[in-house]
């Protein structure tokens, strides 16, 4: 097993944080979106799942494992893979200077999902959602990047409360 440095850790750890957070609460505006717009909650995080079952699946309306399960793994993967990149530029330690650059790596992702990678690596939701709904899940996605920052650096409050 090879040695993972100390830094790579604690990258992977904020990296995890921020990425989940952000992944949870862009998967729960999918699926308000998907009710909205569909009257179908899975049908736009069943999306993702094309990676694996092709582009028919990003169609299915109804819920399942095989579909919005692996469609929400994939989802899941590739915010912690973003998170990655985000706590990368921006590893600093301070409060301020947070939401900038959450905003550029969601945009920088929006770009790559869907101008750069083949259309069966898009995140699939795009066929079921209206231009509007997308935007509003990737600045969604940039807001927990940055909540997720916000706990890493121990920003909150109730944080600063419990060292006392």
């Known amino acids: 097993?090879?040695?993972v440095k100390l830094s790579e850790n604690k990258l992977l750890r904020k990296a995890?944080?921020?990425?989940s957070i952000a992944s949870l609460l862009s998967a729960?505006?999918?699926a308000i979106l998907g009710k909205s717009e569909l009257g179908k909650t899975?049908?736009?995080i069943n999306g993702p799942s094309q990676w694996v079952w092709g582009k028919y699946a990003?169609?299915?309306n109804y819920f399942s494992w095989r579909y919005t399960g692996v469609g929400y793994v994939i989802h899941h993967a590739a915010s912690i893979f973003w998170a990655l990149f985000y706590e990368k530029i921006n590893?600093?330690?301070n409060c301020q200077g947070i939401v900038i650059p959450t905003l550029m790596v969601s945009v920088v992702a929006y770009i790559v999902d869907f101008y750069v990678v083949p259309k069966r690596f898009s995140p699939g939701f795009e066929r079921r959602l209206s231009k509007g709904s997308l935007f509003v899940v990737y600045g969604i996605f940039a807001l927990g990047l940055a909540g997720g920052s916000y706990i890493n650096r121990n920003?909150?409050?109730i944080n600063k409360?419990?060292?006392?």
């Open 1 to 3: 097993m090879l040695p």
């Open 16 to 19: 995890m944080i921020s990425g």
């Open 28 to 30: 729960i505006f999918l």
């Open 42 to 44: 899975a049908a736009p």
């Open 58 to 60: 990003s169609f299915l």
């Open 91 to 93: 590893p600093g330690k």
């Open 155 to 157: 920003c909150l409050e």
């Open 161 to 164: 409360l419990n060292k006392d």
